[in-house]
């Protein structure tokens, strides 16, 4: 099996679910055809550096970049969504790396016009890392007993948790940056989105202490470890082969990252190319309750289940919510503002960023929220969305004025994200 390609790879998901569709449409309306729009479809299974080993994906994406350049004289804009903004980030890592995409220094400054982050997992996702331990995530632990019951006995948590494991793909959305983004035991930045009294520091939580798989609970770097080590030896292989989550803290060490392709889809570790004539705009939104932590229970009959820990059976609030998209914690887009900073380690070619949010006002007789839905796949048919990124196409980005309705710019002061 294979990805789709063309428009139908990314119009609808299912008959009368539009995925891209709105977005296509419209950028046909203003001039865009099959012949200045491509759509890159990738295998969302598989781990990056294996998007290019089997499918030649990056390649086939730097030749249609160049093409459109000879062709057309115009630089390429890229438009992503969720996990396709940490494809494209790596993209950009590896079109300019000797022995990789060998396009040198200046060639992402020369052929890309702009990077369009729609509701990107630029910094994971937490619920990722629940879907990899358990099999598990709000929309199955809060299912009525019945539909539990037919999960369950059709697909359990033991089977999802494998299966998903075996598409490394779903491991690059690991939140990254540790506990100096997502919080230390005790205190995390967005813990006054927290309604529960325990702080989001604390990731994965129990409340019942058995034995060593639940005598404390653990943050978001332990989490992953936790993760890594009941996975097996087989998934940590694959994943620390494919893929790095930590911080470099000074220039020395996102400069040597440059040279280690683990980190091209970690913008904590490796660099935005030196590119002063192409520009960022995120655009994301807020205000949707999203999954922020987690109280898990050791399970003593591991036969029935085929796992060690499960999330509380049983507790209304053994999800807890903090703040963004219903998907993507508001969090993991703090990148944003520290591409900002000044002399930004991570920016070093100072790409002006713009930011957008979005706030979640949908409409409630609308399946889809609505012209006014901020959900994050919803989003793409917001009307507003659908404007800024005519506007980034149609080359009027410059006039795009951002609008930031969330404490996240305050939230990413007191990261400590070393020297700049």
Known sequence: ??????????????????????????????????????????????AYKD???????????????EENLRRTGEKTVFTSHSMGSQVVFYFLKWVEADGYGNGGKD???????????????????????????????????????????????FFSRKERAQLLRNFPGIASMLPKGGEDIWGHENSAPDDEA????????????????????????????????????????KFRNIVESSYSFGLAKTRAEVEEN????????NPLEAALPNAPDMKIYCFYGVGKPTERGYYYEELENRTETGLNVSIESGDPNAVVMGSGDGTIS?????????????????????????????AHEPDSLDIRGGANTAEHVDILGRAELNELVLKVASGKGDGIKEKIWSPLESWTKGMDLGDN
């Open 1 to 46: 099996m294979r990805a789709a390609q063309g428009m139908e790879a990314a119009d609808f998901f299912i008959a009368g679910y539009w995925i891209w569709n709105k977005i296509l449409e419209n950028l046909a309306a203003i001039g865009y055809d099959l012949n200045t729009m491509t759509v890159a479809a990738y295998d969302w299974r598989l």
């Open 51 to 65: 998007l290019e080993n089997r499918d030649g994906y990056f390649t086939r994406l730097k030749l249609t970049v």
């Open 107 to 153: 060639w992402v400054n020369k052929h890309i016009e702009a990077f369009i982050d729609i509701s990107g997992s630029s910094l994971g996702t937490p619920k990722a890392i629940v879907a990899l331990l358990s099999g598990e995530m709000k929309d199955t632990v809060q299912l009525n007993a019945m539909a539990v019951y037919g999960l369950e006995k």
């Open 194 to 233: 927290n309604s529960d009294g325990v702080s989001f520091g604390s990731f994965i939580r129990f409340k019942k202490s058995k034995s060593s798989l639940s005598n404390r609970n653990l943050t978001m770097g332990e989490s992953i470890d936790y993760l890594l080590d009941q996975a097996g030896p």
């Open 258 to 265: 440059e040279f280690d392709p683990r980190t091209w889809s």
């Open 330 to 358: 508001l969090l993991t887009h703090s990148m944003c503002y520290r591409w900002r900073d000044q002399d930004s380690k991570f920016n070093p070619g100072k790409i002006p960023v713009k930011i957008v949010e979005m």
